[in-house]
């Protein structure tokens, strides 16, 4: 089945300090890959996505992922991070199912708190 | 701007009572998601459309969940009898899916925050 797996649940950072949060997806055929953030109390909104090409893809904010396919891996970075980047990251993937749809499957999130 | 509309943005109600939640997607999207989202479980999906049809529902406990698109403009979750483990926020999003089929974004809506009590 497929999944993706984020590995750290809660994350603290100082302002200024870089940020890599880690994402892993189990999926044979071809992904899209996103990233998408949930700021205290709002719906989730799109950081950047990987479709195709160049596979370190620059989103909005200062955020960039990268995508290894040998390693299964879309993680997300940030060179220096902002109080307001406190939120919750979520990584997914776009999978096609059985009947030759797709669905989106997101990872469990990573909360990241930034002290001011 | 565009965006994809839910109501309520919060619904509080007794156990075993009805309660349906509406999403208006963005015009011209074609692929409408339900999610739940719960501290223990993450983001869940529910059920997804394309075109106004059930594609997969299989996230759905069948029993009392129920997904349906009247129309382009108009998606329903519909919870009957409702309870307390049902608490939760509920997250409508769109999305519009070309020939390539899977190369979408879903927009999210603001979300409904069910408190069943």
């Known amino acids: 089945a497929q999944s993706v797996s984020q590995h750290n649940h809660h994350v603290i950072l100082s302002e200024a300090a870089s940020l890599e949060l880690g994402c892993n997806y189990s999926y044979g055929g071809t992904v899209n890959l996103f990233w998408y953030v949930q700021y205290p109390g709002q719906h989730l909104q799109l950081l950047l996505k990987y479709f195709s090409g160049d596979p370190l893809v620059k989103g909005i904010k200062g955020f960039e992922a990268e995508f290894i396919k040998s390693k299964f891996s879309f993680n997300l970075r940030k060179p220096s991070v902002q109080w307001s980047d406190t939120a919750e990251y979520f990584c997914a993937v776009n999978a096609q199912t059985s009947t030759g749809g797709f669905k989106t499957i997101f990872g469990a999130g990573t909360r990241l708190f930034v002290k001011a | 701007d565009a965006r994809v509309t839910q109501t309520p943005r919060d619904k509080v109600t007794e156990m075993g009572q009805e309660v349906t939640m509406r999403c208006q997607p963005i015009?011209?999207?074609?692929?409408v998601f339900w999610y739940r989202q719960t501290m223990m479980q993450g983001l869940e999906l529910l059920a997804y459309f394309r075109n106004r049809a059930p594609l997969d529902d299989s996230g759905m406990p069948k029993d009392r969940f129920s997904a349906e698109m009247p129309d382009a403009t108009l998606a329903t979750l519909k919870i009957q009898p409702s309870e307390p483990r049902d608490s939760a926020v509920y997250f409508c999003a769109s999305g519009l899916v070309g020939t390539g089929d899977w190369d979408t974004e879903a927009f999210f809506g603001q979300g409904t925050r069910l408190t069943v009590v």
């Open positions: 015009l011209g999207h074609n692929t």
